[in-house]
């Protein structure tokens, strides 16, 4: 696909349609963050685009304007869930207290959105649901078929919901882990789930929680595939224009800060907990509707941005090996909005996928983390610095050995 077919650049609100519109940070462009290529093409050059932050005035959404199309992001689509650490435990545990919270009836349909290499759904068969997934990656689809875990290849359409209720009925919960944000047609989406429930089904909905992601500075988790940063205020009108109600809301843990959000069917069976109240008036609380609280945002990520390079530069001046600990789409935002390809000779990974792959865009070559003792660099910036204990705890024979640990974010550690 050529640069100018899979870009399109959205002047109004996705959501309310306002043209009450501000970009409020603009972080440099990358190429589709997850686009690790192999050597072959290693001489191809791969297009950037940008990568622009807005929020509407009207409803406050915070999203990207400039959207690349999936069917550009999910052409060669390496990301599974099982690598992420402590996910499956994580998801064992969700499921659990979401059957149990909500009271969702044992052999009731569940569909996981987004279900990747079906992680989800295997935690809702421990359970004794009938676990139904929709991939629109092909290769992580049938991966997932394969070990058992049923999974529509394709995109979750108002057509795949046909399909769905005519094969297996109604469904008692939808669940959408980590790719809320991901879908462009977010109205049209959430419309297709409310057509999906039981009259006593529940939508849940786990995603990065940018007012919590905020505090620590983790401005890399803003790349392409995320279209859409949620509040929970936002949430909450979004709900309603699709035929839902807002019911529950927590913070959770993974990503640098989430929120697990429950609705339902509009005037459904459950009461409205107060904690939906509560997170509103703490968004505005912390300014979430405030294009300034973005402009002193992206004004401290360029202070650590530039204490970083200081420290970068003087080692390398002193002839210091550096190399990068982490290959994901983050680590893609970090190094172009940081500059780091110069100082970075090459990238380790605990994932087997990104291994003899090279980075989008610069092509920096990865390698399994067990080169850092082979090789034994002078420092390693730990581009995944939000796993970085689980990082250090995992290689701490590198640091025995001598090597130190370069943590860029919240702020700047050398271990």
């Known amino acids: 696909m050529k640069r100018q077919d899979v870009l399109r650049y959205d002047q109004s609100c996705r959501l309310c349609l306002s043209d009450r519109v501000i970009t409020v940070l603009q972080l440099t462009p990358t190429p589709l963050e997850d686009q690790f290529v192999a050597e072959v093409k290693r001489a191809q050059v791969q297009p950037l685009y940008p990568l622009d932050l807005a929020i509407c005035e009207s ?116 669940s959408a882990n980590y790719m809320y944000a991901n879908i462009d047609d977010v109205v049209g989406f959430t419309k297709a789930v409310s057509s999906l429930l039981a009259p006593d089904g529940i939508f849940v909905v786990q995603t990065g929680y940018h ?43 993974p990503k640098g800060g989430s929120v697990r959000v429950v609705g339902q069917l509009r005037n459904g069976i459950r009461p409205i907990d107060g904690s939906v109240q509560r997170f509103i008036e703490d968004e505005r609380r912390q300014g979430i509707r405030d294009p300034e609280t973005y402009r002193r945002f992206a004004q401290e990520i360029a202070e650590c941005k530039s204490e ?75 581009l995944g610095w939000q796993h970085q204990r689980s990082i250090m705890n995992r290689h701490r024979s590198y640091a025995s050995q001598g090597g130190r640990w370069i943590v860029p974010l919240p702020s700047l550690q050398v271990l």
């Open 308 to 382: 970083l390079l200081d420290l970068l530069n003087a080692l390398k001046t002193n002839g210091k090996r550096i190399v990068g600990f982490g290959a994901s789409h983050s680590t893609t935002t970090l190094i172009y909005h940081f500059g780091l390809e110069s100082f970075l000779e090459y990238l380790v990974d605990d994932n087997a996928l990104k291994h003899g792959r090279f980075s989008p865009g610069h092509h920096i070559p990865v390698f399994p983390s067990g080169r850092l003792l082979e090789d034994r660099p002078d420092y390693v910036l730990v």
């Open 59 to 174: 409803c406050g959404y915070v999203y990207l304007p400039y959207v690349v199309s999936p069917d550009a992001s999910y052409e060669d689509y390496a990301y599974v869930s099982s690598v992420t650490v402590g996910l499956r435990g994580h998801y064992d545990e969700y499921a659990n207290d979401v059957a149990r919270d909500f009271a969702v009836l044992p052999n009731s349909l569940a569909v996981d959105l987004g279900s990747n290499d079906g992680s989800m759904l295997a935690s809702f068969k421990r359970l004794g649901f009938r676990a139904l997934g929709v991939e629109p990656a092909a290769r992580i689809a049938k991966q997932a078929n394969r070990a058992g875990l049923s999974t529509i290849n394709d995109f979750f359409t108002a057509e795949v919901v046909s399909r769905i209720v005519t094969d297996h009925g109604l469904a008692g919960i939808v």
């Open 211 to 253: 007012p919590e992601q905020m505090k620590i500075r983790m401005f890399d988790y803003i790349y392409h595939e995320h279209f859409s940063y949620f509040s929970v205020d936002v949430l909450k009108g979004l709900f309603e224009k699709c035929g839902l109600e807002l019911i529950h809301v927590q913070k959770i843990s």
